[in-house]
């Protein structure tokens, strides 16, 4: 694992950058202008996005559902945090 790390977070830190852009062309394009509704979107994208993705991808894998759980609450709060940054970067 020690030596796939720095692609790995390389790999991570790219993905969290096309995320980060999305979110914040689909913000442009509702008009936000706040953290709190940059929130609200972030929160909404990943309950109608992010979970039900994580969630049957759970569902055809062999792992407990703590370990969607633990998954899913990241990305709920990359996606609050993301949303809250670009949403009062305005």
Known sequence: MRAKAPKTY???FVA???MGAVLH???AHLGVESAS???????HLWLGIAAPI???ANLYSDKPIAAFLIDTGYQ????????AILGAWH
């Open 10 to 12: 390389t790999a991570s």
């Open 16 to 18: 969290f950058l096309v």
């Open 76 to 83: 709920l709060a990359y996606l609050l945090a993301m949303g």
């Open 25 to 27: 062309i689909i913000l």
């Open 54 to 56: 994580g969630f049957t």
């Open 37 to 43: 509704a940059g929130t609200s979107w972030g929160f």
